[in-house]
């Protein structure tokens, strides 16, 4: 999921110009979207390789002919069907490692510290529960890529990746399921797309399809996103995002400023340019979305990353775990909400008991099968909730529960996205989400 910066319906107060983007002060209350590319650097995967563990390397052998596995490239092991749990294919927490990267400058300390060491120890059910959940979204995503085709409903699509999710992770209330609804926006659309019930959307071959899932451990999510199209002119953009996502994470580190990491992003991302219906266009990063910290239950905990250079000064501090998304465009580089909600969460904290009590039970719905999670429509009804719209309503009216409207550009316009999830850990930055694909 993604974030809003700043004045996410003041389209006004932001349509000033990329020169201007200290405006965009970002917001904690949105949701996020992110996502991704094909192929990232393969370098990571290199480097994590070292790090398996003996029963992940005896695994690769028997599944690997060609190659040894790099970390996080996914367990061959897995069912077409999706149905068996990752548990079971990296018996006593063997779950790959991800991408590991050694910090620099005034942090390269830290690396052999071994006082950084025992910190990095105190986490290690933590560590377990991100790898764990990041193995779910990777060996989910490698199969349903295979199956994501032009003619197939979105909402086949999301069924798809939220069943194999839940059989994956082997779905147990909060201890373990789907962190946010499945986001699949299409071309102009940036993000927070679902279906609703009753919406049949078709893949057409000239889409761009933004494929946005989460999954959670523990409360520990992980967040990663990734662009499919089926036509090769939108290839740039794909590569934009993947660059500028990449770039991004890269970037990241203990003590790095927000804002910096936002330049950095806005290079990458504006070198692109594409060419369509005889125009060539740059590639713009779309400046009121951003990237997130992840809190327990939490998909935005108050930091955003922005794709745009500004001047937060706010730094990442170590132990924190982040969602770099970055969203390409060919449009005007600003998203507005349009069209029917289908995400929501509640608000954490207290809050005043509704009147209505449509809205009152409600409630407790979402309370008991969600908590501050995010959730769609499509969930309350196969919990069996119907007639809830009112209700619905009410909670957002009254603010205790946040909805999250689709995000597009203009229309016309195409749009494209790439995430990850990393961990600041003492010793080093652990790139979560990191697979073979990207
Ligand atoms: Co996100």
Known sequence: MTTVSGAANAAGAIEKGLGELSVSKEDPSAKDAANDSDDGENSAEENAADKDSAAKKKKNKKRNKKKKKK????AAGQSETLSIPVSQLFPNNSYPVGEICEYVDDNKYRTTSEEMRAKDHLNEQQLIDLRRAAEVHREVRQNVRQRIKPGIDLT???????????SLVEVNGFEAG???PTGLSINHCAAHFTPNAGDHVVVQK???????????VNGNIIDSAF????????DPLLQAVKDATN????????DVRLGDIGAAIQEVME????????KTTHIKPIRNLCGHNIGPYLIHSGKSVPIVANHDQTRMEEGELFAIETFGST??????EEGACSHYAKIGGEHMSPRLPSAKKLLQTITKNFGTLPFCRRYLDRLGESHYYLGLKSLVDSGIVNSYPPLCDVKGSYTAQSEHTFILRPTVKEVLSRGDDY
């Open 247 to 254: 770039t991004g994470v890269r970037e990241a580190g203990i």
């Open 71 to 74: 970390s996080g490239a996914g």
């Open 227 to 234: 662009t499919m199209s089926w036509n090769e002119r939108y």
């Open 206 to 216: 000239d889409d761009v399809l933004k494929v946005d899932f989460g999954v959670q």
């Open 156 to 166: 086949t699509v999301a069924e798809m990746i939220e069943n194999g999710t839940r």
């Open 271 to 278: 070198s692109y340019e594409i060419e369509l219906d005889g």
């Open 331 to 336: 449009g005007s580089g600003f998203v507005q």
């Open 178 to 180: 789907i962190g946010f």
